[in-house]
């Protein structure tokens, strides 16, 4: 790979973070005692940003990207692709600033993000079957229509705005040994990964994805962007079969590891955390969680250290929460 300049700062983050709490919440960070004393033999804790306005992390780098936007480019417009997360951090965003937002998600994107997203004041727009084909429709509506794209990921005010998290986690817990991140297209671990290694390269970084869907993974082992993505996955929000070309450097010189958990792994964790931690999780909220709970991350980062596991939403269709206890009760 050619020689690594990150494009985000640890500036750039702070600055974002100034902005950020301005409106959005510093998010609580709990010790698990099921994770720390039956699981790992460390102290767990949970950094919970599914209680984040909009329910996801992914405030954070919707308000910072469209707080940097012009003037003309926010009367534009601006218009994004999500499954759910980053859409209702646009659409808050853009409600605050009076601001159009035109949202795409994928058919089958969770009923209870459409309809956030539209409460929101946004006007979605259902297209393709899965992430990549609803961005890829974003890109022609905006060439199209001029509109103003919001990514989701790979943009640097975005990436910058998720690092805040990683500033909080040294605040909350200076001498934190292990941070465990969900990862899609790659956003939220870059910040976080920029963030936490310019103040404490030590820190030992890990991402985690489904086993259906893993593009940054496939792409980190390959040490190129790869696509992979074979089927659909109960942590929709992190479904991106093809990583950011700015997150996938990032990611690749920043993280230390990157971990794959099987459907059942994510399902078992959405439970445990529910029953046992009393805090609702989606599927990609819940990653770190089934990470470590399938024994997938070597002891030495865990036992007798401290470890934060991110759960970075909380925004899932009470259907599929009833499901889930179905499968594990029925």
């Known amino acids: 790979m050619p020689r690594f300049q990150n494009p985000v700062t640890i500036h750039d983050i702070k600055k974002a973070a100034h902005l950020i709490h301005q409106v959005g919440r510093v998010t609580p960070l709990i010790q698990s005692m099921f994770l720390s004393r039956d699981v790992t033999g460390g102290e767990v804790y949970l950094k919970l940003e599914n209680m984040q306005l909009t329910g996801s992390f992914k405030f954070r780098g919707a308000f910072n990207k469209i707080n940097h936007l012009s003037e003309s480019e926010k009367e534009r417009g601006v218009i994004t692709a999500s499954a759910g997360n980053h859409a209702q951090g646009v659409a ?34 259902l297209h393709g079957d899965t992430f990549d084909e609803a961005h890829q429709f974003m890109e022609e509506e905006a060439a199209d229509k001029g509109y103003t794209i919001v990514d989701p990921y790979d ?29 899609g297209g790659g956003g939220l671990i870059s910040g976080i990964a920029t963030a936490i290694k310019t103040i404490n390269p030590q820190i030992h970084l890990i991402g985690v994805q489904s086993e259906n869907v893993h593009g940054m993974t496939a792409s980190y082992r390959a040490n190129e962007i790869t696509t992979f993505g074979v089927d659909k996955t109960l942590a929709d929000g992190t479904a991106v079969a093809t990583p950011g070309q700015i997150t996938f450097p990032i990611t690749k010189h920043l993280v230390d590891e990157m971990v794959l958990v099987s459907e059942e792994e994510i399902a078992t964790a959405m439970k445990d955390l529910l029953q046992r931690a009393k805090v609702v999780a989606e599927g990609a909220g819940a990653l770190p969680t089934a990470a470590l709970e399938a024994h997938k991350i070597d002891p030495c980062w865990l036992e007798n250290k401290r470890v934060v596991a991110l759960v970075s939403g909380g925004n899932v269709d009470l259907e599929r929460v009833a499901t889930n206890i179905d499968h594990f009760v029925g």
């Open 92 to 125: 808050l965003t853009s409600k605050l600033l009076g601001i159009k937002s035109i949202v795409v998600m994928p058919h089958g994107a969770p009923l209870a993000k459409q309809q956030a997203t539209a409460g929101y004041g946004a006007q979605v727009v």
């Open 155 to 183: 943009d640097v005010d975005v990436i910058a705005g998720q690092g805040s998290i990683g500033l909080e986690i040294l605040n909350q817990l200076e001498d934190v040994d292990t941070v465990i991140v969900p990862v």
